[in-house]
T-cell receptor, first 113, second 115 residues
Framework: GENVEQHPSTLSVQEGDSAVIKCTYS??????FPWYKQELGKGPQLIID?????GEKKDQRIAVTLNKTAKHFSLHITETQPEDSAVYFC????????????FGKGTRLSVIA | GAGVSQSPSNKVTEKGKDVELRCDPI?????LYWYRQSLGQGLEFLIY????????KSGLPSDRFSAERTGGSVSTLTIQRTQQEDSAVYLC?????????????FGPGTRLLVL
């Protein structure tokens, strides 16, 4: 089955700097990769996703890149703000069938003002 | 509109007791998922429903765990004879369609503490 590894487990950046979180996956059949943000006391919320037919996707300050050959994908947050502080989870799943999402263990991002 | 709601928000129970956790999905969402989040861990898939049926129960950790969904809406996750290792946040999510790649909308979770 799929296995998703996420690094780093914690990340501290100065406000305005960029943050990068990386994930690797094991199942070459996986081709859907969402990223979720979880604020304290709340459920995770989808912030961006990418499918394997593209290598990069951007949404304002957030971007995700995918390298299918190397089986890794990354979340990039530019011009970080204090409200970006949260736990971020990556996930992966094949596009076929009804295989559940497999999540990484999360990255706790702290943006220091 | 209303999002996914879960109740109770917090539950403290004694070892050996049974607990029921409730999830109200977004109206019209046909798929419903249960996950478990232990301290410092990712989200562990438990079970998902398409309508009232559960095609994949592979994530349920033991036969003490069961879930049902009635009327294609509300779902309950039941843990019998709770153990301390069951302490975790139980998250519910729903999605509009039945493809796993549909966006999943999460509730705030139920924090379960087994003493």
């Amino acid at each position: 089955g799929e296995n998703v590894e996420q690094h780093p487990s914690t990340l501290s950046v100065q406000e305005g700097d960029s943050a990068v979180i990386k994930c690797t996956y094991s199942d070459s059949a996986s081709n859907y990769f969402p990223w979720y943000k979880q604020e304290l006391g709340k459920g995770p919320q989808l912030i961006i996703d990418i499918r394997s037919n593209v290598g990069e996707k951007k949404d304002q300050r957030i971007a995700v890149t995918l390298n299918k050959t190397a089986k890794h994908f990354s979340l990039h947050i530019t011009e970080t703000q204090p409200e970006d502080s949260a736990v971020y989870f990556c996930a992966a799943t094949p596009n076929s069938g009804n295989t559940p999402l497999v999540f990484g263990k999360g990255t706790r991002l702290s943006v220091i003002a | 509109g209303a999002g996914v709601s879960q109740s109770p928000s917090n539950k403290v129970t004694e070892k050996g007791k049974d607990v029921e956790l409730r999830c109200d999905p977004i109206s019209g969402h046909t798929a419903l998922y249960w996950y478990r989040q232990s301290l410092g861990q990712g989200l562990e898939f438990l079970i998902y429903f398409q309508g009232n049926s559960a095609p994949d129960k592979s994530g349920l950790p033991s036969d003490r765990f069961s879930a049902e969904r009635t009327g294609g809406s509300v779902s309950t996750l039941t843990i019998q004879r709770t153990q301390q290792e069951d302490s975790a946040v139980y998250l519910c999510a729903s999605s509009l369609g039945t493809r796993i790649q549909e966006t999943q909308y999460f509730g705030p979770g139920t924090r379960l503490l087994v003493l």
